[in-house]
T-cell receptor, first 112, second 115 residues
């Protein structure tokens, strides 16, 4: 079945460092891809999305490009802030069904 | 933007009692809502798909008699944890989407602690 794999955390970075969180997926069709962020004790917030190959999603300085050839959707940010500390989930929405499949999540800690 | 409200945000109950969690779409109609469970420092596990006006679809391994789902209107789905036990303690999150193919909006989650 469809699945999502993310790089293992936790990831610790200094403020203003460059961030990459790798995400790859397995899907039989052409899913929509998402990155969600979860701050401690809270629900999930949609960070960005891409619905077809070569689409680039962006929000709050974060970017991710839907790469069909490598089945990847890596999350990047050029300069992280302490407030970016959270857990990031890569996810896909199956084309045949409505449900969303999540990756295991990557915890990010940004230190001053 | 689309808003999903979940209530309560936290609840403590005694073993053997039942707890109801509400999930409401505030500014859109949702024929489908989803219920997830999240263990500490883990990802979200889809429990069931809630369908307005019909029975919920449960994922494999989820006890439908224990986790009762009712989706009585286009803006409200409820999850009732029946005869709760300490192992049911978890973070429960609902989600819905105003449009097919779009991202989902998540509720703020409910922290259930069974003592």
């Amino acid at each position: 079945g469809d699945s999502v794999t993310q790089m293992e955390g936790p990831v610790t970075l200094s403020e203003e460092a460059f961030l990459t969180i790798n995400c790859t997926y397995t899907a039989t069709g052409y899913p929509s891809l998402f990155w969600y962020v979860q701050y401690p004790g809270e629900g999930l917030q949609l960070l960005l999305k891409a619905t077809k190959a070569d689409d680039k999603g962006s929000n709050k300085g974060f970017e991710a490009t839907y790469r069909k050839e490598t089945t990847s959707f890596h999350l990047e940010k050029g300069s992280v802030q302490v407030s970016d500390s959270a857990v990031y989930f890569c996810a896909l929405r199956e084309t045949s069904y409505d449900k969303v499949i999540f990756g295991p999540g990557t915890s990010l800690s940004v230190i001053p | 933007g689309a808003v999903v409200s979940q209530h309560p945000s936290w609840v403590i109950c005694k073993s053997g009692t039942s707890v109801k969690i509400e999930c409401r779409s505030l500014d859109f109609q949702a024929t489908t809502m989803f219920w997830y469970r999240q263990f500490p420092k883990q990802s979200l596990m889809l429990m069931a798909t809630s369908n307005e006006g019909s029975k919920a679809t449960y994922e494999q391994g989820v006890e439908k008699d224990k986790f009762l789902i009712n989706h009585a209107s286009l803006t409200l789905s409820t999850l009732t944890v029946t005869s709760a036990h300490p192992e049911d303690s978890s973070f429960y999150i609902c989600s819905a989407s105003p449009q097919t193919g779009d991202g989902y909006t998540f509720g703020s989650g409910t922290r259930l602690t069974v003592v």
